[in-house]
């Protein structure tokens, strides 16, 4: 369960909001008329963002863990349009009622919008009360890295439990490739504010993979905060960066999972193309979005004729695996 320090920190945080308590370079999404009210911009409690219009075609049902002031459900919500479209969770009571109060307020502003798009609920991310393979969108923004170890894995089973076949789990999260000082990882506040329970990039991924997702890609990573020695018991400087991720509930490949991290083969050969035989063609001189397996795989070959680009950690779909 959550500790008390995080529920105490978001409970002042809804009551009082705390603008920079997270903090996000994604651009907020502008959409035709979507009006997001100035409060739910000053409670974005988020450090990415788990909306894309690519996810959410065919009014599929979405499930947003750890509502905060409430932006991102009403962004979901501006794409399903119906009751209950949106299922909102969080274990907060003082969250769950300024998330209303919010809402209403976006009804006002917004007059395609009911605050009945939105079903909130009291829940918890590690026991989520949501039928099993019912969900065809989970998300959470900047909550998992709160998470000690056997919880994380506790909360990813729960979203994977949660989706239906070929699911989509859109993460947004700190992550640090510095090791983080034992004391600063063990101090629950600083952990509740998202700056000490961030792990490797690596890890994460792996951690998703054990959770049985086939695909896992890696959309946008970008500097999020730095832990000065000045400011923290650090002897080191330790910068942390947000990610995005999307982790796909699909059938996981007998040599593990398709691992998107923005890398692209191209083929720059006298041929018209070039064919691996393992069913990836890549066109002469175009680029082909590949998976990290094929970007090895395609590498080992050790061919003079394709250059494979190094980890953009920028992913937009398409391309093979």
Not at 144 to 154: A, P, Y
Not at 269 to 297: E, I, M, S
Request: with cysteine; hydrophobic share 35%; proline share 7%.
């Amino acid at each position: 369960m959550y500790l008390s320090t995080t529920r105490e920190l978001y409970r002042q945080a809804a009551i009082e909001p705390q603008k920079g308590l997270c903090c996000t370079t994604t651009p907020i999404w502008r959409l035709p008329e979507l009006s997001i009210p100035d409060i739910m911009l000053e409670m974005n409690y988020g450090c990415g963002s788990t909306v894309d219009p690519r996810d959410l075609a065919g009014d599929p049902a979405i499930l947003y863990v750890g509502v905060g002031g409430g932006m991102e459900v009403l962004q979901f919500a501006y794409f399903s349009r119906r009751p209950g479209g949106v299922v909102g969770l969080d274990v907060v009571d003082e969250m769950l009622t300024a998330c209303r109060r919010n809402l209403q307020q976006a009804e006002r502003q917004n007059p395609w919008f009911r605050s009945s798009f939105v079903d909130l609920r009291q829940g918890d991310a590690l026991d989520l009360p949501i039928e099993s393979g019912t969900i065809d969108v989970a998300a959470q923004n900047c909550l998992f890295n709160i998470f000690h170890d056997d919880d994380l894995k506790r909360a990813l089973a729960e979203m994977y439990r949660a989706l239906k076949p070929n699911g989509r789990l859109i993460l947004s999260d700190p992550v640090c490739e510095t090791p983080m000082p034992e004391q600063l990882r063990q101090d629950e506040r600083l952990r509740a504010m998202c700056l000490t329970g961030a792990i490797p990039l690596q890890d994460y991924v792996k951690r998703l993979a054990d959770a049985g997702f086939g695909t896992i890609e890696v959309r946008a990573k970008r500097p999020y905060r730095v832990l000065a020695p000045r400011h923290y018991p650090t002897d080191r400087l330790i910068p942390i960066e947000s990610v995005e991720i999307c982790a796909i509930k699909n059938p996981m490949p007998p040599d593990g999972p398709c691992v998107f991290t923005g890398k692209t083969a191209i083929y720059f050969g006298d041929r018209d193309f070039f064919d691996d035989g393992k069913g990836h063609a890549l066109g002469q001189n175009q680029p082909h979005a590949v998976c990290d397996k094929t970007a090895a795989a395609l590498a080992a070959l050790g061919r003079d004729d394709i250059h494979i680009s190094q980890s953009t950690y920028f992913y937009d779909g398409g391309g093979c695996c």
